[in-house]
């Protein structure tokens, strides 16, 4: 079975330009998750999807930063425009229920490095 | 505002040498999730744990839930240099809600 998949892995702009990140979940699962993470921490949500449907956006800074995941299944992050502190790894995760409920497991892709210059 | 706590931040030891990373919280949790990141890849999901008390053992790591559900340790016996990289441990609330928590981060490095 596929696992996550994101791209592109590794992003270098300069500040103000924009920029897009693109993750595929693993097939059936309705959970999707954007988390940003700084070297050494621990991720930081972003947005949750539930199917199409955001859920939980309330840490995404909505001045610069926009998601979607058309028709349930891929998602993108995108930012516009960037600024150094943007700088970080940028994670998705999908997540499967069971039983109708969230398990909470969710499986990781390798990450979209962003480096604003 | 939720947190869960882990510690040590940091911790560097000698192959060989037992280790107990914690992750504490005021916060009740319906499951417990560790992971183990290594760098250039995502977390990568090792454990589960629901029941108050429950301990899972996963060859030389031993992972616990505090009875009440707000604490679990990560126990490490003769670390390896393979068992390098940052460990998280993540807390949901399950059920209806898919939001999961995730802790600051242990990073562990083991050395030969």
């Known amino acids: 079975e596929a696992g996550v998949v994101q791209s592109p892995r590794y992003k270098i702009i300069e500040k103000k330009q924009p920029v897009a990140f693109w993750c595929n979940p693993i097939?059936?699962?309705?959970?999707l998750y954007w988390y940003r993470q700084n070297l050494g921490q621990g991720p930081e949500l972003l947005i949750r999807?539930?199917?199409?449907?955001?859920?939980?956006d309330s840490q995404l800074p909505k001045d610069r930063f926009s998601a979607e995941r058309l028709k349930g299944v891929d998602s993108t992050l995108k930012i516009q425009p960037a600024e150094l502190g943007d700088s970080a790894v940028y994670l998705c995760a999908s997540s499967p229920r069971r039983g109708g409920l969230y398990t909470g497991e969710l499986f990781f892709g390798e990450g979209s490095r962003l480096t604003v210059l | 505002t939720q947190l869960l706590e882990q510690s040590p931040q940091f911790l560097s030891i000698q192959e060989g040498e037992n280790l107990t990373v914690y992750c504490n919280s005021s916060?009740?949790?319906?499951?417990l999730q560790w992971y183990r990141q290594e760098p250039g890849e995502g977390p990568v999901l090792l454990v589960t744990?629901?029941?108050?008390?429950e301990v899972k053992k996963l060859k030389r790591l031993t992972f616990q839930f505090g009875d009440a559900r707000k604490d679990s340790s990560l126990h490490i016996t003769a670390a390896q240099t393979g068992d390098t990289g940052l460990y998280l441990c993540?807390?949901?609330?399950?059920?209806?809600?898919?939001?999961?928590?995730f802790g600051q981060g242990t990073t562990l490095q083991v050395k030969p």
């Open positions: 993540a807390g949901g609330k399950g059920g209806n809600t898919g939001k999961l928590i």
């Open positions: 916060s009740v949790f319906s499951s």
């Open positions: 999807y539930e199917n199409e449907e955001a859920v939980d």
């Open positions: 744990v629901v029941t108050g008390g």
């Open positions: 097939s059936g699962h309705n959970t």
